[in-house]
């Protein structure tokens, strides 16, 4: 139903609202990626090289980590933005701008403005869809949003075609026929398997203090780059994905080694490793 009152029928609804308020689901814990960006001016230039974005500046000392996102428009405007990758309660978007204009003050970038803010609140870690239910989820609805960190773009172009074409055809054998063919199309059991990988290893980043984040990052950017940009893009086979978190495991330091051994064994890690040596998952 519209909002002048036009109803309209379709014989498979996609829900792609975000929230997913037409969809059943499932329990789970939830965790936030929030952030607050602006763009500024500094009169003499910034200190950002033109030519690259700076991504992930973990320094601080704030018990929840947050990160400096920075990238120069021109040699004295720069779109800049203080993040938490995921963090459960969220840390708000007043204390993000705090962080930001505190962070750089200590830097001494000097601006003479502040326009054009942008607000974001991501769930990570939320409620998954049931799959195969009569409304299709699509994007975030669909549970779509990266788990561990917070991308989704990525997999969507591919994602839309894959999902109209098994619409299109399983719309011959009826409405039921459709949906289960489109919500095959987007969770089949590799995906199942690499995003329940990547749920994982969300709650460990989730349960990382500061110094450890920048510890795990640290070894995170050491490994192949073939790994760490196939896990950010969430383009991994489950074999691929756990090769990647092997190698970040033998690169890591003494502290992180103990937080991801610890993982492993708890509930979590156990109830992982059963699930995915279920054939249905």
């Not at 519209?2 to 969809?23: E, H, I, M």
């Not at 459709?178 to 969770?187: G, I, R, T």
């Not at 893009?233 to 489950?238: D, N, Q, T």
Request: hydrophobic content about 45%; glycine content about 8%; proline content about 7%.
């Amino acid at each position: 139903m519209l909002q002048d009152g036009t109803a309209l029928s379709a014989r498979v609804v996609v829900d792609a609202t975000g929230s997913g308020v037409l969809l059943e689901r499932s329990p789970a814990p939830s965790a936030w990626q929030t952030a607050y960006g602006v763009h500024i001016t500094v009169p003499g230039g910034h200190p950002w090289p033109l030519d690259r974005i700076e991504l992930m500046d973990f320094r601080g000392s704030n018990p929840v980590p947050s990160f400096l996102y920075a990238q120069p428009l021109d040699a004295e405007r720069v779109f800049v933005e203080e993040t938490t990758l995921i963090a459960n309660p969220a840390l708000s978007i007043p204390q993000l701008k705090q962080r930001l204009f505190v962070r750089l003050e200590q830097m001494g970038v000097q601006h003479s403005d502040a326009t054009d803010e942008e607000h974001c609140r991501i769930q990570m870690l939320g409620p998954v869809p049931v799959i195969g239910q009569q409304t299709v989820g699509f994007g975030a609805a669909a549970g779509m949003v990266h788990p561990a960190t917070g991308y989704q773009l990525a997999r969507l172009p591919a994602a839309a075609a894959a999902v109209a074409d098994a619409l299109a055809a399983g719309l011959s054998g009826g409405p039921s026929e459709a949906a289960e063919a489109a919500w095959s199309a987007l969770w089949s059991p590799a995906r199942k398997r690499q995003w329940a990988l990547y749920r994982f290893g969300a709650e460990i980043l989730r349960d990382l203090d500061v110094e450890d984040t920048r510890r795990f990052f640290d070894a995170f950017f050491r490994i192949e780059t073939s790994l760490w940009s196939g896990f950010l893009s969430a383009s991994l086979s489950p074999f691929g994905l756990a090769t990647a978190m092997t190698a970040v495991f033998s690169a890591s330091s003494l502290p992180i080694r103990r937080h991801l051994i610890a993982a492993g064994a708890s509930r979590s890690g156990l109830g992982l490793l059963r699930n995915l040596s279920r054939p249905s998952l």
